[in-house]
């Protein structure tokens, strides 16, 4: 199978899988990113299979929607390569770099790294700012059935993993408590150039919502 082939193929498996996902993780936010991750990586020197899978495959069980089980969008992900004949380094790299990706795994002691990790994580991270960014935080607290604002739930920009794992403050927080800080840990060039405007975005919505919730 070539790898044309293979990447149809895991579209596919995506899309099906991902068919009745929550809006801000179904398979146009996967879509978002595998194109801002292409994007990417005609700028960095990086092996483009395991970028477009692991792309694909980042959210393919994401672990908010699993009781907080951080393995099973890896094995799910394992499971799914293996059964297509994914050579073993790419599908144990893609493994590495959905255990990686994510904004809470920076709590953690980092132990891995590559430029493949970068340009994903990059790209996943550009589609949770901006106008799209926005409309995804709403859609999962509106999920989550969170307040959209309480100005007496300040933003807590001290928590721990579990506490940012299980919190279940309002929405406009979660700009503080992640999004805003999106914008300084980008890895690679392009994905801060194109990250520089979607915060500035986001920052002149914020001005907006407040000058409208006084």
């Given amino acids: 199978m070539n790898n044309s082939e293979i990447i149809n193929k895991t579209v596919d498996f995506v899309r099906t899988t991902l068919q009745s ?3 801000g993780h179904d398979w146009w936010h996967i879509h978002r990113v595998h194109a801002n ?29 699993h009781n907080g089980d951080e393995e099973i969008g890896p094995a799910t ?3 799914f390569l293996h ?20 904004f809470k795994s920076g ?3 980092l132990n891995f790294q590559s430029s493949e990790l970068s340009i994903v994580q990059d790209a996943d991270r550009l589609d949770a700012i901006g106008a799209i960014g926005i409309a995804r ?16 739930i300040k933003p807590n920009l001290n928590m721990t993993k579990e506490q940012y794992k299980n919190t279940n403050a309002p929405s406009i927080n ?9 914008k300084d840990k980008m ?24 000058l409208e919730c006084n």
């Fill in 21 to 23: 996902a929550e809006g």
């Fill in 37 to 65: 991750a292409k994007l990417i990586s005609a700028t960095e020197d990086c092996d483009l299979l395991t970028v477009e899978l692991a792309a694909l495959l980042h959210d393919i069980a994401d672990s908010k929607f």
């Fill in 77 to 79: 992900a394992g499971d």
């Fill in 83 to 102: 059964s297509i004949n994914v050579v073993e380094h790419v599908t144990t790299h893609v493994q590495q770099i959905i255990r990686h990706i994510s």
């Fill in 107 to 109: 709590f953690d002691k």
């Fill in 137 to 152: 935080a709403f859609s999962y607290g509106g999920f989550k059935g969170r307040e959209i604002y309480n100005p007496e």
């Fill in 174 to 182: 979660h700009f503080y408590e992640k999004l805003l800080l999106l």
């Fill in 187 to 210: 890895n690679t060039a392009t994905g801060k150039k194109l990250a520089e405007q979607r915060h500035a975005f986001m920052e002149a919505y914020l001005q907006q919502f407040y």
